[in-house]
């Protein structure tokens, strides 16, 4: 089989179609020893991760949590359609080790990005013997078509639904407020050497109300470098007041230097208030509306040549833009776990949830969208109880040139996250 005809196969089956399965028999893999060095790496990846910064190793543990759960999707809901699965790999690349009970092969490959299900019949391309053509995929009927193509992404937001719940539930439903929220501390600064932390919420100067952060700046400068201040802060609900000495900014290349500076940097006012948990588990649901469609628009900007292309080159540092990858999604994961806990990491799984969850029901090839595309044009096409077989080699050009795209996305982020790491 030639490499084209391995990149039609594995596009059009969502799978691994290419390699034979040999009933009765383990499959072959490399040496115990290649296996076990290759397996002890992975995880040694992982313990080092944990000593690096443990934030970043809870959230690297729930993506691969989370892309196991999109697979078994994918697995169950063929199993229980009647669909012949052979296959339910984590990683993708060369097989480390694998086991067979019945008519599945279950195992772990060398790169653990991804995973795959393989449903035999995924497309015309895929060959099959007759006596197995009743139990693929493409002789099922569309309802059940759907169901098991989109049971990944649906996954993904009963995922995002149970994580959100447990952040409401157990932290509250974070609401805007005057102020502004401390996410940073200056090492040394006026501000960390008075007693302010992380997440207080700065409400006050001098009795001076302050509505944002950008209020705050304001007020601060109107003192002079030295000048005692009293800073008013709610802290876990409660106001209190600190003593501090304000510095000044010895940033030459700031249009403030040498005024007034207090040392930290913040955001918007917002606080957790406790809910109750009908109201966290109403919450967890309606919190999907507003970030499935951040989502959809997320993925349209990242998609964006010119967009990548500015950034790359050093001309666009707008991060909110920015094209990146798992790795710089991690490091963020640890700067959320420094400030926030466990409960800014859960909430930023959860959003990255629904992300993939979107990102994956896109209608291109190969994505699951993008069967999920072709099921519905082929059941348009049927009449009469006709069935109609799309012919998906007629696809393969655009799946391809999807697949480049993709990979220059990929190259980009990876650029990036490595050269201007997001943590």
């Known amino acids: ?16 179609v290419t390699e ?25 990846l992982l313990v080092w991760l944990g000593f690096t910064n443990p934030w970043m190793f809870v959230f690297a543990v729930g993506i691969l949590i989370s892309v196991f759960l999109h697979e078994l999707g994918h697995f169950i809901t063929a199993r229980w359609t009647g669909m012949k699965a052979t296959q339910f790999f984590l990683g993708i690349g060369p097989r480390l080790w694998s086991f067979r009970r019945g008519e599945t092969e279950y195992g772990l490959r060398a790169v653990p990005v991804a995973a795959f299900v393989r449903i035999i019949g995924m497309s015309n391309l895929d060959e099959v013997p007759p006596q197995d053509e009743a139990r693929t995929y493409r002789q099922q009927s569309y309802p059940k078509r759907m169901l098991v193509i989109s049971a990944g992404s649906l996954m993904h937001i009963v995922i995002a639904i149970l994580l959100l719940f447990s952040v409401f539930g157990t932290r509250g439903e974070l609401r805007d407020v005057d102020g502004a929220r401390v996410v940073a501390l200056e090492k040394g600064g006026p501000a960390e050497l008075a007693g302010v932390e992380s997440d207080d919420i700065i409400t006050g100067i001098d009795g001076t109300a302050v509505a944002d952060p950008e209020e705050l700046g304001e007020i601060v400068r109107t003192s002079q470098p030295g000048d005692p201040v009293t800073i ?7 106001l209190r007041d600190i003593e501090a000495s304000l510095g000044a900014n010895t940033d030459e290349d700031s249009p403030n230097f040498g005024r007034a500076m207090l040392g930290v940097g913040t955001n918007e006012g917002a606080e957790f208030v406790d809910v109750s948990i009908a109201t966290a588990a109403t919450k967890s649901v309606t919190e999907l509306g ?3 469609w951040q989502s959809a628009k ?25 094209p990146t990858t798992l790795v710089g999604v991690t490091q963020v994961s640890g700067v959320i776990g420094d400030s926030q806990g466990l409960v800014g990491v859960i909430y930023l799984l959860a959003i990255l949830n629904v992300f993939v969850g979107v990102f994956n029901m896109f209608p291109l090839l190969p994505l699951d969208g993008g069967h999920a595309a072709i099921a519905t044009y082929e059941r348009l096409r049927s009449r009469n109880g006709r069935r109609y077989f799309a012919d998906i080699t007629k696809m393969m050009p655009f799946a ?14 990876l650029y990036l996250d490595v050269t201007e790491p997001l943590g």
């Open 1 to 16: 089989m030639s490499r084209f005809e391995q990149l039609k196969n594995e596009l059009g089956g969502g799978g691994s």
């Open 20 to 44: 034979p399965v040999v009933v009765n028999e383990q499959p072959a893999g490399p040496s115990p020893l290649s296996s076990g060095l290759a397996t002890a790496t992975i995880l040694g």
């Open 232 to 238: 008013t802060v709610r802290r876990d609900g409660e």
């Open 290 to 292: 507003p970030v499935t």
């Open 298 to 322: 997320g993925v349209f900007t990242v998609l964006n040549p010119v967009n990548i292309y500015s950034h790359v080159v050093g001309d666009n540092d707008d991060i909110t833009t920015r």
């Open 400 to 413: 391809v040139a999807v697949m480049a795209v993709l990979l220059v996305l990929f190259m980009s982020g």
